[in-house]
């Protein structure tokens, strides 16, 4: 039976690297057992990474599709899965599956566009991966803006990501905050949809938000606010998945799956939605 | 067919509404056809006139929902009691399980409820009417030409052929006449089972439980289990399932649940009433109180509030453990 | 049309039993019908229909989906899928019939689930007319009629014989190596039978149930309805709707340590449960009602948004005869459907 592929069946992964990004953070580098990346994907998609004897579980791809040597995930400690893996060391085999959901409209509707990316916490992870593919076809997009928040400066994901690359591009303008003031810091203090009302952003470019579902909501009610139409912005939702194709019934709000027709959603299709998510 | 009516039990509700006494009452919802009754929470008088019903289907036991209503209302709660249903209501009083002072229970007599399955089996299906007359039920069929007559005692529900008690042992007010507690032959069929060899009972439970589907309704509506959060239900607790890894997992669900209600059980037969699968599971809570019964002499849960369940109960007199294998050795 | 006394069942089923697993539904101990294998001296069920939906024979309630060896930080994946031989699944009545193509739109979309594709190119469905349905049924509502039950092979029974035509190329095989034991014959029986059906159709009590108020892009009208409280004010949480529903295919994946290795299963589950969207950091659906919402919503409003107005309920009634607190999709559409319900 080998011969017939199901999405449920995965495939092995080893991981290479661990990176301590944040007190509950690890960045895993992900790639097939004969060094290769396990699948392509478009940014914004998920895969499924599993345990053997502890469970799967469904997890943003946080590196770029244009890095062609791994994946990466930005992985939070909160469960049984994500407990595990960060116990695990590098040579450890985990599972992987996918890609899966719905990709960020990069290639059409962000296209040619000033682009704002406005993220909370590991609401990064997501991000990471479509700020990072912008970045690589830099002449595609307009001006790009990033708000990053967190508890802490200790929490910020990526930080030297984003202080020696990210905010060292041309046309790109990276805003960080803290929620509270800390020693040797800084940089701005407030949460980040205040922070958002404060740099008052025109309202003629696309936003993309990820983060804490009380940060989206605030951040959502100040962008429209100061005039920016839902049509303009998007987000992703995050749900229990099994399945990963639309089939185990488990993320299903209204007449969408999350793990299919998501994560990626405009913000005026989750209105269609019944507000179960 | 029930001494007590529909009309009397509105016209009681009606008055408990009117007069202040409760703000909401728990009863039987009118279906769609006369024996699929829902149980309701009812606000008003118009209410309980259109969809309160009261007839030989009324099997549900209240008591477990008074757990989550009385959390949910202001005021107080009426709730109609079946002697049976009272020893439930007891035994979570003594589990702290919810307010007395939230409820006013009314308790009403029983004549013993139908089984729907036992009035099909003789009428056949596609049921169009069914009426009670005496301790006759007229079942009007879309086959047969004329309505068949059915004694009520032929289509008894097992746990009322067997029942325990007509006493209320709780309410706040009774209607109708009281009765007594009702030497019953309830646990011939544990003696029936405890007769087998054990490969003989293995194969009776085998065969039972082989049908278990784990919808877990016989603990959804157990009045003894209450828990907030069943182990079952707990992924962290590395036997959570919805279904089982294997054959045996299953019938543990079952000994287990059996054994987290010994004591506590008042062998009200919801388990079995529910199960879509016609397992008998009651028989392995009877087992356990009968078990108890001849180790720790008589105990019936639920009978007062406050008790103390031998198991949970110990007296210098109690059982040495070694006596309780011995006697298992007997029995096997 | 080739027909076959019913004297002469068994040897049918013999016959059939050569070349194929054959299941039927056969009385159980509890006196409720079941799928069972036929073996000599099984006897057929006179049952209307069975308290588990032949659902099972694609979607068993539990199947291995692989295994895994662990050894110190490398891991294995086994593939344990295995051949299949051809099974038939003998008086499957209408309503269960049309939920396999309910299942289908689910589990054979993009990507297709190879368990259930496996299973479901296997076997073999030779359906049942219902002479004497329930005043539980309710498949007419769904556009279903018991009298032309589809299938690869339709058969209606009569007191004296049984009587078979195959509507699909298998069913037409199957039907031709049976053809020593049957014997051609006009449609007078079967259309008598039909006329029958229909007249005992007109005298259901759920004869007249709509779903007009109810199909795709009624999310927004229904959602919020004030009557869900009301509907699942009682309703226990337990999983038996679910679990007998020919139509519901909501599954968990799982792993079990064998002790000597990782066996992934899956199993069904059901949107009553209330972890069946919790979460390591919530859960979407914290309440009764809410779960209870969905599964009527996916049924009556989500699933046709997304099948071109397929409603996922086949009226076979086994949640109306089976909820322990006698609430159901009946009720629900009559009381959210108001008027356009009755």
Redesign the interface.
């Given at each position: 039976m080998n011969n017939i592929n199901d999405t449920l069946i995965p495939k092995i992964g080893v991981i290479t690297d661990v990176r301590i990004d944040t007190p509950d953070i690890k960045t895993f580098r992900v790639v097939t057992p004969d060094g290769k990346k396990a699948f392509d994907h478009k940014p914004g998609q998920c895969a499924m990474l599993s345990v053997p004897g502890v469970g799967e579980a469904m997890f943003s791809i946080t590196s770029s599709p244009t890095n062609e040597e791994f994946m990466e995930f930005s992985i939070k400690k909160c469960g049984c899965v994500t407990d595990w893996l960060h116990q695990a060391e590098p040579g450890q085999q985990i599972t992987i599956r996918g890609p899966y959901g719905k990709p960020f409209p990069v290639d059409d509707v962000f296209a040619g566009k000033d682009l704002l990316f406005i993220a909370g916490g590991v609401g990064l992870a997501p991000l990471r991966s479509v700020i990072n593919y912008c970045r690589h076809y830099r002449d595609r997009y307009g001006k790009i803006d990033i708000v990053y928040g967190s508890r802490s400066k200790d929490d910020l994901l990526d930080y030297k990501e984003i202080i020696e690359e990210w905010a060292t591009d041309d046309g790109v303008n990276v805003h960080l905050t803290i929620d509270n003031p800390q020693e040797g810091w800084d940089g701005h203090v407030g949460f980040v949809p205040t922070y958002v009302k404060e740099l008052g952003f025109d309202t003629n470019k696309v936003a993309v938000l990820c983060g804490p579902p009380i940060m989206i909501k605030f951040t959502l009610d100040g962008l429209c606010e100061i005039g920016f139409d839902k049509t303009n912005v998007y987000t992703t939702l995050e749900l229990r998945m099994k399945c990963g194709v639309g089939k185990c019934g488990r993320c299903n709000v209204g007449a969408k799956y999350v793990c299919k027709d998501g994560p990626v959603f405009r913000c005026d299709e989750l209105e269609e939605l019944p507000s179960e998510y | 067919m029930q001494k007590i009516t529909r009309e009397q039990l509105i016209q009681k509700a009606s008055e408990l509404l009117e007069n202040g006494t409760v703000s909401a009452v728990l009863g039987w919802g009118i279906g769609e056809f006369d024996y699929d009754v829902t149980p309701t929470v009812f606000s008003t008088v118009e209410e309980l006139r259109n969809g309160f019903v009261f007839n030989d289907f009324c099997g549900a036991n209240f008591s477990k929902y008074l757990v989550k209503k009385t959390d949910k209302i202001e005021g107080k709660i009426l709730v109609f009691l079946k002697p049976c249903d009272t020893y439930s209501f007891n035994q979570l009083l003594t589990e702290h399980r919810f307010d007395r002072e939230k409820v006013y229970a009314v308790g009403i007599p029983c004549e013993g409820m139908a089984d729907i399955a036992k009035v099909k089996a003789i009428s056949g299906d596609g049921i169009a009417a069914i009426g009670s007359n005496g301790d006759k039920l007229t079942v009007t069929t879309l086959y047969a030409d004329e309505p068949v007559v059915i004694a009520a005692n032929d289509v008894l529900a097992e746990r009322c052929i067997n029942c325990k008690s007509k006493k209320h042992v709780a309410y706040d007010e009774l209607m109708g006449e009281e009765g007594e507690v009702i030497e019953s032959n309830r646990f011939d069929e544990v003696a029936r089972l405890e007769a087998m060899t054990a490969d003989e009972r293995f194969a009776f439970w085998q065969n039972e439980l082989s049908r278990c589907i784990r919808c877990n309704a016989c603990r959804d509506a157990c009045p003894a289990c209450t828990c907030e959060k069943c182990v079952f239900d707990n992924p962290n607790s590395g036997v959570e399932n919805k279904s089982p890894a294997n054959e045996f997992e299953e019938k543990l669900f079952h000994i287990i649940r059996a054994y987290h209600v010994a004591g506590r059980c008042t062998d009200c037969g919801e388990c079995s009433r529910v199960c879509p699968q016609n397992i008998p599971l009651h028989l392995l809570n009877r087992k356990f109180i009968k078990d108890m019964n001849d180790f720790y002499g008589e105990y019936q849960a639920g009978a007062e509030v406050g008790s103390r369940a031998p198991l949970v109960d110990y007296t210098t007199e109690d059982l040495e453990p070694g006596e309780v294998f011995d006697r298992r050795e007997n029995n096997a | 049309m080739r027909k076959c006394s019913l004297e002469k069942i068994n040897l049918l089923f013999k016959e059939i039993a050569k070349n194929a697993e054959l299941y039927l539904p056969q009385d159980?101990?509890?006196?409720?019908a079941?799928y069972k294998k036929w073996e000599e001296g099984s006897v057929w069920s006179n049952a209307?229909n069975t308290?588990?939906s032949p659902k099972d024979f694609f979607f068993p309630?539990?199947e291995d989906?692989?295994a895994?060896k662990?050894e110190g930080?490398?891991?294995?994946?086994i593939?344990t899928?295995?051949?299949l031989d051809d099974f038939v699944i003998f008086g499957v009545r209408a309503c269960d019939v049309k939920s396999f193509d309910i299942l289908d739109r689910?589990?054979l979309s993009e990507?297709v689930?190879?368990?259930y594709a496996?299973r479901r190119s296997h076997g073999v469905i030779i359906s049942l007319a219902c002479s004497?349905?329930?005043?539980?049924c309710f498949c007419k509502t769904f556009g279903i009629n018991p009298a032309e039950p589809t299938g690869d092979i339709s058969a209606w029974k009569t007191e004296t014989d049984i009587f078979f035509e195959s509507n699909t190329q298998k069913g037409k095989e199957l039907l031709e190596k049976l053809s020593a034991l049957t014997e051609e014959c006009d449609d007078t029986a079967v259309v008598d039978q039909k006329a029958k059906i229909d007249a005992?159709m007109q005298?259901?009590?759920?004869k007249d149930l709509k779903t007009d108020a109810f199909g795709?892009g009624k999310?927004?009208e229904l959602?919020n309805a004030p009557e869900w409280d009301?509907l699942s004010?009682?309703c226990?949480?337990?999983?038996?709707c679910?679990?007998?529903c020919p139509t519901c295919?909501?599954?968990?994946?799982?792993?079990?340590?064998t002790g000597n290795g990782?066996?992934?299963?899956?199993?069904?589950?059901?949107?009553m449960?209330?972890?069946?969207?919790?979460?390591?950091?919530g859960n979407?659906?914290l309440t009764q009602k809410?779960r209870f919402r969905?599964r009527f919503?996916?049924k009556l409003?989500?699933y046709p948004?997304?099948n071109d107005g397929l409603f996922s309920c086949v009226g076979c009634g086994r949640c109306?005869v089976?909820c322990?607190?006698?609430?159901n999709i009946?009720?629900v559409m009559?009381k959210i459907g108001g008027k356009k319900g009755e």
């Open positions: - | - | 159980q101990t509890d006196g409720s079941a209307l308290v588990r309630q539990t989906l692989m895994f662990t930080k490398n891991i294995e994946v593939d899928r295995k051949a689910v589990f990507p689930d190879s368990f496996l004497k349905p329930s005043e539980t005992i005298k259901l009590p759920l795709g999310t927004g959602f009301e004010e009682a226990l949480g337990c999983g038996t679910t679990f007998v295919q909501c599954y968990d994946i799982k792993d079990f340590n990782v066996i992934r299963f899956r199993c069904w589950d059901s949107c449960y209330s972890d069946f969207t919790k979460m390591a950091h979407n659906r809410e969905q919503m996916h409003v989500y948004e997304n109306l089976k322990p607190i006698s609430m009946v009720k009559k």
